[in-house]
């Protein structure tokens, strides 16, 4: 097997490739391939995740079946967006993540996003059971949490898509409990 062949294999065998065997049209071939997986990667708002981590014991709420807890922001408002999020299941089982959202984002935005990645997370570990599982949301964003229990309108037109989407997200649970909680436990669980 030539080197250009194992170019094709995936990202398992990319470690083992030595770029400067590699023919110019292999190695341009490489680039292309590897700039077209990162485009979609970044057009899917996936982003680069970290491992899972121990979840804070008082993150998860008594009585239901599973808690995500969330906070996002971003460097500069715009701004570079980040985000974080945990979700504590009933049998202990943990997913922590840090998602970077990418350039010109604002705060809110961002807080929207880390709520909609938690949510996407669970959704694809729980698959169907959605519709017979209770969740628990818990975040330091007024607007977000006001904005989902319908407290408050989401007026600007640049969060109203992120809203709906998180909201759409939330009913394919049979129960859902979302609440507010202050910045010291955002910081507490996450850091920033």
Do not use: C
């Not at 967006?81 to 809110?108: C, H, L, W």
């Not at 694809?124 to 408050?152: F, N």
């Amino acid at each position: 097997m030539t080197q250009g062949e194992r170019t094709h294999q995936g990202n398992g065998r990319l470690l083992e490739i030595d770029p400067e065997t590699l023919s110019q049209p292999e190695l341009i071939d490489l680039v292309r391939n590897l700039q077209g997986a990162l485009a979609d990667r970044e057009q899917r708002g996936t982003a680069a995740r970290t491992p899972a981590r121990e979840l804070q014991p008082a993150s998860a709420v008594p009585g239901v079946d599973y808690t995500i807890v969330f906070d996002g922001g971003s460097l500069g408002n715009p701004g570079k967006g980040y985000g974080s999020y945990e979700i504590a299941g009933p049998d202990g089982s943990v997913a922590a993540r840090k998602v970077q959202f990418g350039n010109d984002m604002t705060n809110n935005q961002a807080e929207f996003r880390a709520v909609i990645a938690g949510l996407e997370d669970l959704l694809e570990r729980v698959g169907p059971r959605a519709s017979s599982l209770s969740v628990a949301v818990r975040g330091d964003s007024q607007l977000v949490i006001r904005g989902l229990t319908g407290e408050w309108r989401v007026k600007h037109p640049g969060l109203q898509p992120l809203h709906r989407q998180a909201a759409d997200l939330l009913r394919r649970f049979k129960r859902v409990d979302v609440a507010w909680h202050p910045r010291r436990e955002s910081v507490r669980s996450f850091g920033h």
